[in-house]
């Protein structure tokens, strides 16, 4: 079993096991950036993840876009038309009058 709190080769023991300071903080350091590292993996993938589906939404947006821009063309265009028809109609009840 393990020595209580005293001194192991020369560094002070911080739980009963006889495991030195500085290992215990080595084992500590290395578990955390292994932690750290996976924190990292998921943050990556889940940003490429973001990212595509951002790319997806602006595709839809500029392909609503584009087509709402075509819309109001065609609009303006029935617009005109239906402005000259109603003149033309005017100016022929004008004239059978």
Same mark, same amino acid.
């Given at each position: 079993?393990?020595?209580?709190?005293?001194?192991?080769?020369? @560094?002070?023991?911080?739980?009963?096991?006889?495991?030195? $300071?500085?290992? %215990?903080?080595?084992?500590? %350091?290395?578990?955390?950036?292994?932690?750290?590292?996976?924190? &990292?993996?998921?943050?990556?993938?889940? $940003?490429?993840?973001?990212? &595509?589906? %951002?790319?997806?939404? &602006?595709?839809?947006?500029?392909?609503?876009?584009?087509?709402?821009?075509? %819309?109001?063309?065609? @609009?303006?265009?029935?617009?005109?038309?239906?402005?000259?028809?109603?003149?033309?109609?005017?100016?022929?009840?004008?004239?059978?009058?």
């Amino acid at each position: 079993m393990g020595k209580t709190a005293g001194n192991c080769g020369g @560094v002070r023991c911080t739980r009963n096991t006889g495991t030195p $300071t500085h290992e %215990l903080i080595y084992e500590t %350091l290395v578990a955390h950036r292994e932690e750290m590292r996976m924190e &990292s993996r998921k943050a990556r993938l889940a $940003t490429r993840k973001l990212e &595509s589906t %951002l790319l997806k939404i &602006s595709k839809v947006c500029f392909t609503f876009a584009d087509r709402l821009a075509n %819309l109001q063309l065609r @609009v303006g265009t029935l617009e005109t038309d239906l402005g000259t028809a109603k003149g033309l109609a005017e100016e022929q009840l004008a004239q059978e009058e």
